[in-house]
DNA sequence: TAATTTTGATTAAACGATTAATTTAGAAGC
DNA sequence: GCTTCTAAATTAATCGTTTAATCAAAATTA
């Protein structure tokens, strides 16, 4: 049914080696039988069987894009990992990788990753202290890490440059008179980009003589629903909140929603950063002020990180590329009343 | 370096193919011998080498969500996909398949399909006309086609009930008293969803007596942008339009901040249904009148009547599975004035 | 007891590639 | 003409499983 090397050896009148060395490029050739054999592969279309060959040389051409979920059945509503995965597959298929997508759970054993069936993995958003890193790591495959703040040596990360994000929608709002300006984040493990973000905001607020209250960090969760519920919380709040750096755009969304719900305007009452800049920002209404990170070149370069390291096997020296940020001004922010 | 099935035997001082056996749970062995031979599988952790496996079995448990996107490179917006996917996924793990994503274009080769060995594949929105098509056909191997109404026999099919989606949005419309009703559509293809709800459209217009329009048809694009553009055209439109349906949540996004920029309001001035009901819909400003699919659930629903295919192989009756759909009236839409 | 069946294990042949070791055929050197 | 060298092809082993074909021992039957 399917082709295998041994009909294009038969048709060709040559051995399967022959063919192999012709597949591989090894030079051990004449060019005319290289010809010959070329010719009848591409008549046939033939491509060599992946398992076949990873039983030999263990390469599969398939990575993984782990996310860790927050729990079984939940879906993940931020449209930042699907713009991701489209980016990690654009790469990917560039070198004729393919892609899985892998949701796990924090505690997950990792033996459905086998440790022979993927030549490497993107990993999102994980924390250094939790069994599943460790997991990971004992793979020994290759992996890169993104947005998180490792501190292991020797692995390779991805993320964008988050405290110069905290610090530049942090200064926007101060420039615009703010000065009680609340925090509403999604999780603030030390390891994960909300605590570098805040990071920023409290370098902006030390350079402007402002001291820092930390009850105005909200750790409510970074989804849509998280940020609508902390409208409520700003909303009955009795110190008078006039700023939210809200550290994702879905939650500056659900946010907005639910100020405008208990009457309060934005921006004429209260001013909102958000951050990513989805596509939905700046259609929003209204349009969302918000720090840029191109998130579909994130995923791009994640994997070309991975491929490379997959490609020259033994380095494993480690590597940090950090993406720059830019601060997007629209309509969510206005001068402070 | 890495266990073998070899490994095992030997310290469990059987043969490889005992151990074959009990990992498999054949049945061909003794409770003893097995109870030992699963302690020392436990003991080392081991997993079998799942390329071998795959080349003896010609199964890798893995299958693969195909989304002809419209061209390399170009992120898809809608995260209807995400949604799906993530519904696909999570369907999957149920069953410990994994689950890749494959954008392909038109007109690309799929020898993918048969180098990682897939099991099966979903394929969303692909017309029966296209090479692609057909190249999927003779692969002949697992497929569900989600959101396309294919007439060949034998296929499986999962979509929701689109024309009904179509009629209950324009019914609810007409109910407010709007007349002149635009639709902005993505791309009108007969096997379409779009073209089915169109379909639902007319029908509910000839129950109330009123002339279908042809030139009220907009085939814009359903991507957030397609729908701001068709703002414009709308407001320069010489006929009193009162309202659009929208054929995507995003469309009816973009389209109402254009609206919005050319000082139309919405509801005030001009009604607007979406379609999906993506996570985002109940939060936008204003919240929007969608007819609600439940997408996650399509995709468990796919990767369901596609494992079972898999699993009971020589079955090919094909079987089409329609989902309901739901009005949900929010603030977008509003009586005619 | 001898013949037969059942049970539980082993042997060995695939699966489809890669590659080290080997063979063959010409060409070159003397 | 004989040896040596080189280029180009082949042979055969190997990767780690599954499974059909066997086989041996124990249990059952006559």
Redesign the pocket.
């Known amino acids: 049914m399917?082709l295998?090397?041994?009909d294009i050896a038969r048709e060709a009148?040559?051995?399967?080696?022959?063919v192999?060395?012709v597949?591989?490029n090894?030079g051990?050739?004449?060019e005319?039988?290289a010809r010959k054999v070329k010719k009848i592969i591409e008549a046939h279309n033939y491509t060599?069987?992946i398992s076949?060959?990873k039983?030999?040389?263990k390469n599969s051409q398939l990575i993984s894009v782990i996310v860790p979920y927050l729990k079984k059945g939940k879906f993940e509503d931020n449209p930042f990992f699907w713009q991701l995965l489209n980016g990690v597959e654009n790469g990917a298929k560039d070198q004729r990788f393919n892609v899985m997508l892998t949701g796990v759970e924090n505690d997950h054993d990792l033996t459905f990753i086998n440790k022979q069936y993927l030549d490497g993995i993107i990993v999102i958003g994980l924390d250094e202290k939790t069994k599943l890193f460790k997991n990971i790591i004992n793979l020994t495959i290759p992996c890169v890490f993104m947005d998180s703040y490792l501190t292991k040596q020797g692995i390779y990360q991805v993320y964008n440059n988050d405290l110069m994000g905290g610090y530049l929608a942090t200064k926007h709002l101060l420039s615009l008179g703010h000065k009680k300006i609340v925090i509403v984040a999604g999780k603030l493990a030390e390891q994960g980009v909300d605590y570098q973000r805040c990071l920023g905001y409290r370098q902006a607020l030390e350079e402007a003589g402002i001291v820092y209250d930390p009850n105005l960090i909200m750790d409510q969760g970074a989804s849509i629903a998280g940020g609508y519920h902390a409208a409520q919380k700003i909303f009955s709040n009795q110190e008078k909140i006039t700023a939210v750096f809200t550290l994702s755009d879905i939650g500056a969304m659900g946010l907005i929603r639910g100020l405008n719900e208990l009457g309060l305007a934005v921006p004429e009452d209260i001013s909102v950063v958000g951050y990513d800049d989805i596509i939905y920002s700046e259609y929003m209404i209204p349009s969302l002020t918000t720090v840029r990170q191109d998130i579909y070149q994130k995923g791009e370069t994640a994997v070309q990180l991975l491929l490379d390291q997959i490609n020259r096997k033994n380095n494993s020296n480690g590597k940090q590329i950090i993406l720059p940020v830019e601060l997007k001004i629209r309509e969510s922010t206005a001068r402070r009343e």
């Open positions: 399917k295998t090397i041994n009148g040559v051995s399967i080696a022959t192999s060395n597949m591989n090894t051990r050739v004449s005319d039988t060599p069987n076949a060959r039983l030999k040389n």
